[in-house]
């Protein structure tokens, strides 16, 4: 942590004018750092992955086959490079959006930054600036005034500070000019003020002790420009799936390659046929499959009221291990509310017209929450608010109460502690009750009024922030899908400790101190069953996530205060309030809660755990079909047959079966249990537990289509025929395995009907299909249309194929 600036300048007059250039050119203006906008290096970043890297062969193959081949170069024979070349377009462009956001967090983090500063420079008060601010100016406070450099207060006349947004307090803290211990978390250092933070009450005046990035708020901005985004689980089970399909498909090629050059082929043949196989071991489609499906997800999301500003988080949601939430407007509501009283020899009416006489604020929002929650109390239950006459003591945290008088009447609030100490009558019963409920985590004040035998103490209220409705049942939801929740706070411990108890977070309690005594390793064990952290920094925060994230956890971490954003944008998932939130947290985040429930962000863990269960799908599917592809050309180059299959028809077969039936599966319904099951492992493949009967399957789909061609080339049929035959028999078998991946049950079981987005999209192949065979299309392709002879021997092999499929999936059944 950077330690705050010395304090520099020549006392009361502040600043001379050249002192303020000295300061300038020693530490630069009152910015916030901004982040490198290269597009170069963003487009470079998208293209570092191996399934891109296949893509991109495929790309050059694909482009320089009609110029070798020869012939006329119309636009049909570069059709599958456009079509790759749109994916990866499409995906650089998808992911240059998603890195951008760091540089948006960067701006929105500037714009906190109060415009202008009221300062004290050669004895004469002047309006600057807040970028020209320097380390030992004279700084002016007053009510409503948002800081913009952090300072050390040299006076003060009942100042409040809302420092919310950077410590996650929900009271406004009085400040003083008492020095904190050397090493004082934020929220403890009332001689203090912040830049970012907003001045409630009062007024005072401060000497600038840091500006720019030496700022609290300037370190957080250091944090979200150093800190990088975590690779998601799903994008290292794809990028661990694109180096396999990589390494499969240069094998078999140069294995072709090599078969096809010691059987004397044409060259140009060889890479004829190693382009066909390029095109079927890599499922070209996936990408945009994949984003089509989150997108999918970000439009049901969004009617749940979670907006999905990163399209892969929503499907890391689904397999987070660990909730880090942040109590004060994400657990709790962020307002006071009176919840217990007793007054001596009073009713309700007559406590609360003591309590709210003796106040300064007014309803609905003008004071701190304190003050609100007293007067909100009173008018709830008719109380009288007589008028203020005179304010004898003002309240400060030194004087800790606060005295006023009405007329002929004189009110006093403040801590028991202190009126009982100023009293000269006092329930036996005040010392106990308020400590008890001090111990439950609520703020106590008493009451007291001076007459003519002196102070009497009248009673006492307890206050809490309370929790917000529903997040107790969606903390156990959680917990039921063994998911734990840990509250993250920099409110008193007490406090949190209490709030947990009330919505289900119970456990160890920490403080930002004793984190600071931990080592990294130790830090890694305390995460792990420790339930609050209570009292700590932005720093902690993101160290805590780090911690979790060296345990093998998949974090979430919500947050609504620029406190948040570091660890927001550390966390595999940032999920921000809408509402409360602030422009830092939401930018930073990469889910945003637009009615700030708790709740919803279970809902987005079930719409994350459908989506990975529909990717699982369509990629076993894709899979499926296309290596019973391959192993269809690979046997035919091996044994030195025609290609049942030619580039094109292989490129057909996969324009129809890759993409409309994957995409209709992105539509199917979210298995029943999807919650009652705990998180898969982070580091899990994505075939984990399928590998067998993928391999089965595509075992069983390539000796039907094989078999087929050579029952047809055997009886000496005409090779267009015969392959006319054979695509059509591969398309209808590619589109039952989409129907037979729909789930691990026989279909026999399920139904058909559970998913009418792929009734459509098979009827819609079939139609497409159709017209190919049946029209001038057809030649072409290379295709003939089919005969009523063709279509039996086609519906015989077709049936005994989808009847074995579903018997396969009962011998081998597949485990997510």
């Known amino acids: 942590m950077t330690e705050p600036l010395e304090p520099r300048g020549n006392g009361a007059p502040g600043l001379s004018a050249e002192e303020v250039q000295q300061a300038l050119a020693e530490w630069g203006p009152n910015r916030l750092p901004e982040a490198p906008r290269s597009l170069f290096a963003l487009v470079r970043r998208q293209l570092q992955d191996a399934l891109v890297y296949i893509l991109l062969a495929a790309l050059a193959i694909s482009i320089a086959t009609p110029f070798l081949e020869g012939g006329p170069l119309t636009l049909g024979r570069f059709l599958d490079a456009f079509v790759i070349g749109v994916i990866l377009v499409l995906n650089a462009t998808l992911g240059i959006a998603q890195e951008y956001q760091a540089e948006r967090a960067i701006a929105e983090l500037d714009r906190l930054h109060a415009p202008r500063a009221r300062v004290r420079r050669d004895g004469t008060v002047v309006l600057v600036d807040a970028a020209e601010l320097v380390p030992g100016d004279r700084l002016l406070l007053e009510a409503g005034d948002r800081l913009s450099a952090d300072a050390r207060l040299v006076h003060v006349s009942h100042l409040t500070v809302d420092e919310s947004t950077l410590t996650g307090e929900a009271e406004p803290v009085v400040k003083s000019l008492d020095p904190a211990e050397a090493g004082a978390p934020l929220a403890e250092r009332n001689s203090e003020v912040f830049a970012g933070t907003l001045v409630t009450r009062g007024a005072g005046e401060a000497v600038v002790s840091a500006t720019g990035v030496h700022t609290q708020l300037g370190q957080i901005a250091t944090l979200v420009a150093e800190t990088h985004i975590p690779m998601t689980p799903l994008q290292q089970r794809l990028q661990q ?34 382009t066909s196989l390029a095109v079927s071991a890599v499922p070209e489609g996936l990408p945009a499959v994949v984003t089509v499906c989150f997108a999918l997800g970000v439009r049901r999301m969004a009617r749940q009221n979670a907006l999905v500003r990163r399209l892969d988080a929503l499907e890391t949601l689904g397999a987070v291990t660990v909730v880090c939430s942040d109590k004060t407007g994400t657990i709790t509501e962020n307002r006071m509310t009176v919840v217990e009283h007793r007054g001596d020899g009073l009713d309700e009416v007559a406590l609360a017209t003591v309590f709210a006489s003796c106040s300064h604020g007014d309803l609905p929002d003008a004071g701190d929450p304190t003050e609100l929650a007293l007067l909100a109390w009173a008018e709830a239950i008719g109380a009288q608010r007589l008028p203020i006459d005179e304010e004898e003591v003002p309240f400060t945290s030194e004087a800790k109460y606060m005295r006023t008088r009405h007329g002929g009447r004189v009110f006093l609030k403040g801590s028991p502690e202190k009126l009982a100490a100023l009293a000269d009558a006092v329930p036996a019963w005040l010392a106990e009750e308020t400590e ?19 102070l009497r103490v009248v009673g006492w209220v307890g206050m809490t922030d309370p929790p917000r409705g529903g997040v107790r049942e969606a903390v156990a939801e959680a917990r039921q899908a063994g998911i734990r929740t840990v509250m993250i706070t920099g409110d008193d411990p007490l406090t949190a400790a209490a709030i947990g108890a009330q919505v289900g977070i ?7 101190r004793e984190l600071d005594e931990l080592d990294e390793q130790a830090l890694r064990e305390d995460v792990r069953d420790t339930a609050i952290y209570a009292r700590v920094s932005p720093q902690h925060k993101v160290a805590l996530c780090e911690a979790l994230l060296a345990n093998g956890e998949v974090v979430a971490m919500s947050g609504d205060g620029v406190n948040d954003a570091p660890a927001l944008k550390r966390a595999h998932v940032g999920v921000a309030m809408g509402l409360r939130g602030t422009d830092v947290a939401r930018e930073a985040a990469a889910v945003v809660l637009a009615d700030d429930h708790f709740a919803t962000i279970v809902h987005a863990v079930r719409e994350g755990r459908r989506i990975h269960d529909n990717i699982r799908r369509f990629v076993l599917f894709l899979l499926r079909a296309n290596f019973d592809e391959l192993l269809v050309v690979l046997t035919a180059v091996a044994f030195n047959l025609p290609l049942p299959l030619l580039p094109i028809h292989i490129l057909w077969l996969n324009l129809m079966t890759d993409g409309p039936p994957a995409l209709a599966l992105a539509n199917e319904p979210a298995v029943p249990g999807v919650m009652q099951r705990p998180p898969r492992p982070a580091h899990q493949h994505l075939l984990a537990g399928s590998m067998a009967q993928l391999v089965g399957a595509a075992l069983l789909g390539f000796a039907s289509i094989m078999g087929f061609f050579l029952w047809r080339y055997q009886a000496g049929e005409p090779i267009d025929e015969i392959r006319s035959s054979t695509i059509t028999l591969a398309i209808a078998i590619e589109l039952f395995l989409a129907m037979s991946a729909r789930s691990e049950l026989p279909l026999w079981r399920v139904g058909l009907r559970g998913n009418p987005w792929l009734l459509r999209a098979i009827a819609g192949v079939a139609v497409v299909h159709l017209v190919l065979l049946y029209t001038p299309l057809a030649g072409a392709f290379h295709l003939v249309p089919l005969t009523v002879a063709d279509w039996q021997a086609i519906g015989g092999v077709f049936v005994v194929s989808a009847l074995s499929l579903e018997v396969l999936k009962a011998v081998l059944p597949t485990r997510s």
């Open 506 to 512: 119970e456990g160890r309690v920490r403080t930002g």
């Open 436 to 454: 008890a409920a001090g111990r439950r985590g609520l703020r106590v004040l008493a009451a007291a009024e001076a007459g003519d035998g002196g």
């Open 241 to 274: 799936l694109g180096r396999n399909l990589g390494v499969v498909a240069l094998v078999l090629c140069g294995l072709v390659a090599l078969v096809g050059l010691l059987r004397e082929l044409h060259v140009l043949e060889v890479l004829l046929i190693a």
